[in-house]
């Protein structure tokens, strides 16, 4: 049985509780946010919570209820999805989504990053799905879910994370759909306030493409430190984006003036990822500043 629960510590972006449970003392380390989900006594501690309820969430294969579903460009859509439990998640991280698919004797897994931000609300999040031509599993959830649907989602995972703890300044690189997990850090520091410099180069291949569009050049009229700088692969001309190319080490160069010691958070096509990755080596940035996610 469990006999106490009590919060021990407050250590960077999570909560350490520290359980007896049979005789064992065991640390439970639980994101920041989660914990509002846990019973209290009237003194707001946490009282008599089973350990499977402090864990396992995110290894667990949960029913989640899709509440709405947005278009962002022709070929993306965001899922809403409540979840029934969650144990809260960092900016940057992503959910297993899996479905059933005709012809397959088992359902299809897929990794899908969340767009929303944990702040205040990391039980209903939003992943935006790019539809592969030819795929299995995004062509089905672009083109057939609908609110009121179910899907079975595992999360959250991943390391590549970024909050207000990790510091800044921050330079954020993406094409097409490896823009979620990034717009997730966005949001959150607009959520939190956090005023900590960001910079988010953003290749489409036309501004019909840009994913988060209209929301990207509203944050950035709103908040100062925030920079939208747009790249376009395929309109040599729109004059929304500063570039009309593929990412390059002369525009990484350019992009980063003036940033002492950023950290750069890079995600799309591991092509893409391991390119910047190179040129922002060859303009200094050390190893352990880099942070990447590949969509393989
Ligand atoms: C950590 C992580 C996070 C991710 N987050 C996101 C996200 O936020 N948004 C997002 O849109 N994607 C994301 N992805 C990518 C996503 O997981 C899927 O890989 C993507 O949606 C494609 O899945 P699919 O089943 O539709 O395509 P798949 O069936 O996997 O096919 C992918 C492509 O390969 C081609 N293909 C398949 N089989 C063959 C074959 N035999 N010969 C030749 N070509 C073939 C298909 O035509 C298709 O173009 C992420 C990936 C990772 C690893």
Same mark, same amino acid.
């Given at each position: 049985?469990?006999?106490?629960?009590?919060?021990?510590?407050?250590?960077?972006?999570?909560?350490?509780?520290? +359980?007896?449970?049979?005789?064992?003392?065991?640390?439970?380390?639980?994101?920041?946010?989660?914990?509002?989900?846990?019973?209290?006594?009237?003194?707001?501690?946490?009282?008599?919570?089973?350990?499977?309820?402090? +864990?396992?969430?995110? #290894?667990?294969?949960?029913?989640?209820? +899709?509440?709405?579903?947005?278009?962002?460009?022709?070929?993306?859509?965001?899922?809403?999805? #409540?979840?029934?439990?969650?144990?809260?998640?960092?900016?940057?991280?992503?959910?297993?989504?899996?479905?059933?698919?005709?012809?397959?004797?088992?359902?299809?897994?897929?990794?899908?990053?969340?767009?929303?931000?944990?702040?205040?609300?990391?039980?209903?999040?939003?992943?935006?799905?790019?539809?592969?031509?030819?795929?299995?599993? @995004?062509?089905?959830?672009?083109?057939?879910?609908?609110?009121?649907?179910?899907?079975? %989602?595992?999360?959250?995972?991943?390391?590549? %994370?970024?909050?207000?703890?990790?510091?800044?300044?921050?330079?954020?690189?993406?094409?097409?759909?490896?823009?979620?997990?990034?717009?997730?850090?966005?949001?959150?520091?607009?959520?939190?306030?956090?005023?900590?410099?960001?910079?988010?180069?953003?290749?489409?291949?036309?501004? @019909?493409?840009? %994913?988060?569009?209209?929301?990207?050049?509203?944050?950035?009229? #709103?908040?100062?430190?925030?920079?939208?700088?747009?790249?376009?692969?395929?309109?040599?001309?729109?004059?929304?984006?500063?570039?009309?190319?593929?990412?390059?080490?002369?525009? +990484?160069?350019?992009?980063?003036?003036?940033?002492?010691?950023?950290?750069?958070? %890079?995600?799309?096509?591991?092509?893409?990822?391991?390119?910047?990755?190179?040129?922002?080596?060859?303009?200094?940035?050390?190893?352990?500043?880099?942070?990447?996610? #590949?969509?393989?």
């Amino acid at each position: 049985m469990l006999q106490r629960i009590d919060t021990i510590e407050s250590k960077d972006f999570l909560i350490s509780y520290d +359980v007896v449970y049979n005789c064992l003392s065991r640390n439970f380390y639980i994101p920041l946010g989660a914990s509002s989900s846990l019973p209290k006594d009237s003194n707001n501690k946490v009282i008599a919570v089973e350990p499977s309820e402090l +864990v396992g969430i995110a #290894k667990r294969w949960q029913d989640g209820e +899709v509440v709405d579903v947005i278009v962002e460009t022709p070929d993306t859509k965001t899922l809403r999805i #409540k979840l029934p439990a969650t144990e809260g998640f960092i900016p940057g991280q992503y959910y297993n989504v899996r479905i059933p698919v005709e012809g397959r004797p088992r359902p299809i897994q897929r990794a899908y990053s969340v767009g929303s931000s944990p702040h205040p609300e990391a039980g209903i999040i939003d992943i935006g799905i790019k539809e592969m031509e030819g795929g299995l599993v @995004s062509p089905i959830l672009v083109r057939k879910i609908s609110p009121g649907d179910h899907l079975q %989602i595992r999360g959250p995972v991943g390391k590549f %994370i970024w909050d207000e703890t990790f510091g800044g300044p921050v330079v954020l690189v993406a094409a097409g759909s490896g823009v979620v997990p990034l717009m997730s850090m966005i949001r959150y520091a607009v959520s939190k306030n956090l005023q900590i410099p960001m910079r988010l180069l953003f290749s489409s291949t036309d501004a @019909s493409h840009v %994913i988060y569009g209209s929301e990207l050049d509203d944050l950035e009229q #709103k908040n100062p430190w925030l920079k939208i700088i747009h790249t376009f692969t395929r309109d040599p001309f729109d004059s929304r984006a500063q570039f009309h190319r593929r990412i390059d080490l002369a525009m +990484v160069r350019e992009v980063t003036q003036g940033l002492e010691n950023p950290l750069a958070y %890079i995600c799309g096509p591991p092509e893409m990822v391991e390119n910047v990755e190179q040129y922002l080596m060859e303009i200094g940035l050390e190893d352990s500043q880099i942070f990447s996610e #590949k969509y393989d």
